[in-house]
């Protein structure tokens, strides 16, 4: 079975510009997670998909960030304009719905550096 | 929201001693624990949890402690080894399935 997987794996943007992430959870998986790591500090996290509905997005840093998963499958993060601040690896994450707990299972992560 | 404090940053160990891996939380709330190994080029990878209504989980070299009065749980990995180096995150997590998660531990055993 494919894990979850991220595209791409690094990007190099200069500030101003766009760049989407994408993120392939596992099959089956209907919740769906972005997690986003600046160097040197934790993991945080961004937002909370069930299915196609953002279950949670307190963690969506401001009005720059837009994700969207049409149809439940994948999702795309989408940083536009990108500012220096923006650069970090970002995480996807899956996970089964009433598991008890939250058993997420991580992608390799997107290095995005904003210059 | 929660804040999970991770104890130490770095730490070295000699192949075959033993490695802890302390974290401490602040939500009384949280009640599912998981600790995750992320090595160089990959994402982080779990490698075990615990739930709040146990105090001790172990698999195989690794094992997890809960202490819900303190608000802390540890990670014990025993007679380590060279691909035991990696970087171990803890996290916390209650109701909103969101992981609030640790700084991170850079672990190197030293064959």
């Known amino acids: 079975e494919a894990g979850v997987t991220q595209f791409p794996s690094h990007s190099v943007i200069e500030k101003g510009q766009t760049v989407t992430l994408r993120c392939d959870p596992i099959?089956?998986?209907?919740?769906l997670y972005w997690y986003r790591r600046v160097m040197g500090k934790e993991i945080k996290f961004l937002l909370h998909?069930?299915?196609?509905?953002?279950?949670?997005e307190s963690g969506m840093p401001n009005n720059r960030f837009l994700a969207e998963r049409t149809g439940g499958t994948y999702s795309t993060l989408k940083v536009q304009p990108a500012e220096l601040e923006d650069s970090g690896v970002y995480f996807c994450?899956?996970?089964?719905?009433?598991?008890?707990?939250?058993?997420?299972?991580f992608g390799q992560g997107t290095r995005l550096t904003v210059v | 929201g929660e804040n999970v404090e991770q104890h130490p940053s770095t730490l070295s160990v000699q192949e075959g001693d033993s490695a802890v891996i302390k974290c401490t939380y602040s939500d009384s709330a949280s009640n599912y624990f998981p600790w995750y190994k992320q090595e160089l080029g990959k994402g982080p990878q779990l490698i075990i949890d615990?739930?709040?209504?146990?105090g001790e989980k172990k698999d195989q070299r690794i094992a997890v402690t809960l202490n819900k009065t303190a608000k802390h749980f540890s990670l014990h990995i025993t007679e380590t080894q060279p691909e035991d180096s990696a970087v171990y995150f803890c996290?916390?997590?209650?109701?909103?399935?969101?992981?609030?998660f640790g700084k991170g531990n850079q672990v190197v055993v030293i064959p």
């Open positions: 996290a916390a997590s209650g109701g909103n399935n969101r992981l609030a």
């Open positions: 099959s089956g998986h209907d919740n």
């Open positions: 994450a899956s996970s089964q719905v009433g598991q008890g707990g939250t058993e997420a299972f």
């Open positions: 615990i739930r709040s209504n146990v």
């Open positions: 998909f069930v299915k196609e509905s953002k279950q949670d």
